[in-house]
């Protein structure tokens, strides 16, 4: 590099394969291997031709912040193995992260570009640099393009509060000002004073660097010295830790050409900030122009011009002259991109681009892999453009890898070019499995019986749940059929992860997924009921592909509001009613339970013709008519048990009406084991209501066997006695506590036992109203004094605190249920109708001429779709046409959704602002070109004036 320029890179490189992680320290003698020992073995003083002599940390005076950075000096004949070894094990450069190298070039003095223009650079290196956590190598002094990188830096580290940024300055010791302080005495610390303020000569180093290499090739004042080993180090960090570079030129003159030319012929790609002047400005327009052209372009003619209004010397000119034009050899590894005012963005995705296309220019399967890898969509859309046929099994493993870093827009991409998620198989999804049986072992039992595609889309779908991934969630539902079901398996997986979750802010992000999807679902179903709602209904009650109708999921996911929505609430309607058609109204049914013989003269109108056998077991099997009967016997049986009890109990004998009711609660046991036999043991305990059922049924049959034992041997469970005991305890708990603390100041006064009963229960009791019994306390002063204070204390917390927040609790649950309540009903109401749609169409006793029916049908099969929750039957090609319809109206229920997004204000403001910043950069390029103008003209009146 010659005065006018100096010369940077950076380096952002993949997790590397270290096969040296476990290579043991050198050892010399016994002794174990220090920095100190190791730079004295490997780098050398040119000067005398002995172990270098500046070594150590940098410690930067006369800077705002006070600052270190490990640094040592090398010969330009040392090995660039040893400088990256060092790098490594001594100054913990371990690689671990890197995933690119960027190598920047430019312009050291002399440097014109804008400060907008500048603060571009400057975003577009740091956002580079901090997603691929990459390292910067460059010029590493206080001047152009380096000052950039190092005010990047320390933007940066100010801004997020990181210190782990690594900016490598690779610099020629001949031109550094002050140099003669990093050189070290006899018996000195290893930390190095540095003042980077003073400057007699040429540029000092910057202090926001983190790490520097000198390197002396002898010289003094020379620029250029370090150009050789600063490649040569590059190129062993790539070998190294399994990475790539890319060259990004500033700006510059021939000393830069030479380091693109360089970077080329080592198969490194470069991109070119086109805007920033001189030699980057020259290289963009013969490419441009031999792109153009698209063929030999005498270019030689050209440049010259070109280049001489800022190379002054012809030597300069011919050596960039036939550098660009070897440059041009390797067109396909140069990247042009405009520097413009607010293009951070442009310059970040053109060194992607460069870093993809430029290593992997003739293999598009991996510039898609390392386009995933790197997240760059654009990327990623661009190659496939241009190469649309891929092979599936790539296509399949980007997809799972998509899937499994939650990288949305890719998993969009890939279903969009050819890869579907009908296409994976069970295979393709085993990671997925081993990382929910390592967090969540239990909910894989749900897809154990599962077909394998079902088995494929349940795990997918559990796997992004568990991850709380709501945007991947909707991409993939996109690629599945029969939506609602599948977002309420979503909800169902977040119902047993909140049973599951302690912490607060763990449920609070799972409702927020339930949340989303439930509303989803309710969304989708509305849109169909809208359409049409005979399509609607049996997309309720047929079988999903998991195995489930909607009802089931959504009952199991407790989404209560799905299940309150219109359509729902209009199949329970339906499937009250049975057969019997909505409108029938209550009292023809009542009026027909009396008079059954009214079904012979159709007083019952079915929608379908039907024969008398027909209809009456269509109307003795519906729920609503279960419900009325059930209704009615247990009038009839509440009734007759109290008249029993009343005027036909014997003490001495079981009579006719005990063992009538005793065969009726038999058949209510049966009933509750036919239930239990239906739904699985641990179900049917978790329903409260079959406990108490349970329970009321054994406390009678124990009463009975206590009566029968009463019978024959006088034996009687006093059970009154036992609860007065409890009762009595309880009470006397409640009441000690206050008044042996009021009785307790007057232990000199003896009680009697009347008085002490009056003390303890009856006092404490009333005073709950307000009767203070103040007389009581004014017989003595200092009981008096200590009294009052007891009893005012106890009445503020009993009348005023306690009642008040007794008050307040009811109001609050009150104001709950009040404005839950109809969404409660609504949910409430399946249960209610699923009880009545399973039980037996005969009442009471009459149930045990029912059960033995029952029990053989269900040994045969034929009772199981009639236990299924809302379930009917349809031909194949009926569900066909209802998946179709479902999937295209959630596609309009998507679409609908994006529209509103987009007309949201949050939406206008960002597209307001992308306008006013657009509007800015337009400005200030303007600006900048009548600055550009004026001087021109300044700069030729005095031209005229001096002539």
Known sequence: MNKNEDFASTSFIDPPVDDDEDEQPVILGDEEMTEEKFIELNFKNPEFNNATNAFGRINFLGHSQSTYAPYVRISHNDKAEQVVELMKRFWSLDGKDLKLVLSVTGGAQDFKLSPIQQEAIKKGIMSIATESHGWITCGGTDAGIMRICGEAVAEYRELHLDDKFVLIGIVTWGIINNKEMLVRKEHTRSQVPYYCTEKKFGPGLDPNHTHFILVDDGTERKYGGEITMRTSIEEQIVKKFNCQCVCLVVEGGPGTALTALGSLKKNIPIVVLEGSGRFADALAFAYKRTL??????????????????????????????????????????????????????????????????????????????????????????????????????????????????????????????????????EDDVNDFRQIISQRRRNFLKCVRNMNPREKVEATILLYLTLNKDISSLLVTLKQMNQPISKCLYVCEICTKMQRESSEQTQIDKIKKVFDRFENLSISIINQCWSIEESPTMDILSVESSFGKTVIEHGLNSNAKKFMASEAVQRLFSSLWHGNIPNKTGLFRLVITLIFPFLLLCNFIKFEKKSNLKKAIHNFYTSPIVKCLLAIFFGIIFAFGFSIFLISYYDFQRITFFEWAILVTVFAFLVEEIRQCIISSISAYINDTWNIIDLTGIISFFIGFIARLLSIHTNFLFDYKEHLSEIGVFCYVLSLLSYYISLENSNMQKNHSLIDMANIIFFNPYFRLYGETFLDDLMTNEFRRNVDIFIVVLYMILTNVVLLNMLIAMFGYTFSTVQNNADLYWKFQRFFFLYEYRRCPPLPGPLMLLYQPYYFVSMCYGNQRSNDKIAFRKVTPGRKKMLIKFENERFKEVMWKHHLDEMNSTESKLFEMQSKINKLGSNLDTRMQFIEDQLCSIAHRINETSSL
């Open 292 to 425: 153009n052209k698209r063929g030999s372009v005498d270019l030689e003619s050209l440049l010259p011009d070109k280049l001489s209004n800022w190379c002054r010397n012809k030597e300069g000119v011919e050596q960039c002259c036939k550098a660009i034009i070897e440059c041009l050899q390797h067109s396909d590894k140069i990247f042009i991109e405009k520097l413009e005012p607010y293009n951070s963005v442009g310059i970040h995705k053109t060194i992607m681009r460069a870093f993809v296309k430029g290593y992997y220019n003739t293999n598009s399967e991996q510039q898609l892999e390392v386009s995933l890898n790197l997240n760059q969509l654009e990327i990623a859309n661009d190659i496939f453009m241009t190469h649309p046929q891929f092979r599936t099994v790539l296509l399949k493993r980007l997809l799972v890898k998509a899937i499994q870093s939650g990288q949305t827009n890719f998993i969009e991409l890939l279903t969009e070019n050819g890869i579907l998620l009908s296409d994976l198989r």
